[in-house]
């Protein structure tokens, strides 16, 4: 998309136009104070050299580029992204900032830009993954974009010509689908668009505020500040097989009626009740916990925390809900019915007998396991282990299934989590000791000054020595 690199609002003459009226004489001109005619016209003037005139002058007092900031809620501390963008307002951006919740994001974002127009720039700050943009409950992706063509339209109708669209998601362009994603959201609003192919936040915590993968020219700047792309404690980290650099995810299923069966290597995990017998699924997210790039680092807390998979196998008969249970004992993906022992027991010895989430079990897709954040928080504390979870069809006679993370054609399993983390603070400068014998006590010998991240005031104690010393 060839751009102009003007970002200034077109002004349009028309007859009886608000701001600008038109009559015989030069005299039935009016302009805007900011403007001063520096040329006489003439009474036969016409309204095309009037308005190349108005433009010519305007050309030095653009307005500031009007750009929205959609925010997801769920968000950790999206209280300081909003502020931020507050401090940011100026004579050269203006930010309005619309909080997503939880419900049909898509159908949110649509009924606020119908009543827009002339938008230079989105800004989606939201949940990604590889191929996916979170929003609201809504998961936008290549499989179903086309449903909501609709909604596009009313997207692109209230751009500006040269608008651009920004998702700030971890790893949405990360492979070919999310760059075909983007693309085609590109084509269907006629925008520039640009999204993050890796963690997006703080880069003390592994992340970056760089939107790698772009479609068009983008010519809009990250939204926030230098300072707060620094110190924002908050981050947007997916856990997908194959993407990112991630490869620790580990599932299988084990089935009683072939008891001895390894499942390792099936295209999906299926988990089942039917005649009698039945089948568990069973899923871990290894290496997610460390001060390794991507990893949830020691101390943090986690605020929110899902898992989605791909279900691709459902026959209703009976359909309940379909349970996740936590895992309390070790597990491999060889594993068989009989090897663990007559399947897993629900007795909070081989897992918890608590649901950790459950979803419908007569629905295809993707489908969300959502409020996990606790059984993270355990995990990342040493409370529990990480073993991951037993999935259990909570039926009384159905089949289940999803994409297994190592089948090449499907679509692996996606753990999401954001948390929030302090960050240690920083000795900024530190002078050199000078102590003069029979000074008063309260001199100063030593000038220290830190600063933290998180906003807090840094504390400092002396350590070793006598009284006599000090």
């Known amino acids: 998309m060839t751009k102009s690199t003007d970002k200034k609002r077109k002004y349009i003459c028309e007859e009886l136009e608000p701001r600008i009226l038109l009559s015989a004489g030069v005299e039935g001109l009016v302009y805007d104070s900011v403007w001063e005619p520096d040329a006489t016209l003439e009474a036969d003037t016409d309204a095309a050299q009037i308005v190349a005139l108005f433009n010519s002058n305007q050309a030095s007092t653009s307005e500031p580029t009007l750009e929205l ?24 951006r203006q930010f309005e900032i619309i909080l997503l919740n939880e419900e049909d994001g898509i159908s949110q974002i649509t009924a606020y830009l119908q009543s827009q127009d002339n938008i230079d720039a989105i800004h989606f700050i939201t949940h990604g993954e590889d191929g996916v943009i979170q929003l609201g409950n809504d998961q936008l992706e290549l499989s179903n974009i086309e449903s909501y063509s609709s909604d596009f339209l009313l997207w692109k109708n209230a751009l500006d010509e040269d608008a651009d669209i920004l998702f700030y998601g971890c790893d949405v362009a990360s492979t070919d689908d999310g760059l075909s994603l983007i693309q085609k959201i590109s084509s269907l609003t006629d925008a520039d668009v640009a999204a993050s192919d890796d963690i997006t936040g703080s880069a003390q915590l592994g992340g970056d505020w760089e939107l790698e993968k772009n479609i068009g020219s983008i010519e809009t700047s990250i939204a926030f500040s230098t300072t707060l792309q620094n110190t924002w404690t908050g981050i947007l980290p997916t856990f997908q097989e194959g993407v990112g650099g991630y490869s620790g995810t580990m599932d299988t299923n084990i089935d009683s009626s072939s008891p001895t069966s390894d499942n390792s290597t099936e295209e999906s995990v299926d988990v089942y009740t039917a005649m009698g017998s039945s089948g568990q699924g069973l899923i871990l997210f290894d290496n997610i916990f460390g001060t390794g790039p991507g990893q949830i680092p020691p101390g943090a807390t986690i605020t929110s925390a899902t898992l989605t998979v791909t279900v691709v196998d459902i026959s209703a008969g009976g359909a309940t809900t379909i349970d996740l249970h936590a895992m309390l004992t070790s597990w491999s ?36 396991f959502s409020g996990l954040e606790s059984t993270l928080q355990s995990w990342l504390d040493g409370n529990t282990t990480n073993h991951g979870w037993v999935i259990v069809n909570n039926s009384s006679s159905n089949t289940w299934g999803f994409d297994q993370s190592d089948y090449p054609a499907g679509t692996p399993p996606v753990l999401t989590v954001t948390y929030t983390t302090n960050i240690d603070p920083v000795i900024t400068s530190i002078s050199t000791a000078s102590v003069i014998e029979n000074t008063p006590a309260t001199t100063p010998v030593m000038i220290v000054t830190a600063s933290d991240a998180d906003g807090d005031i840094p504390t400092f104690s002396i350590t070793g020595g006598t009284a006599d010393d000090l």
């Not at 300081?80 to 507050?86: E, F, P």
């Not at 007795?347 to 969300?368: C, R």
């Open 333 to 368: 993906d060889t594993d068989t019915w009989n090897s663990l022992g007559n399947g897993v027991q629900l007795n909070d010895t081989e897992a918890s007998s608590l649901v950790d989430s459950f979803i419908a079990a007569n629905s295809s897709g993707s489908q969300t």
């Open 69 to 92: 900031v959609f925010i997801d809620s769920s968000l950790p501390d999206y209280q300081s992204l909003i502020a931020d963008l507050v401090d940011n307002n100026d004579t050269n």
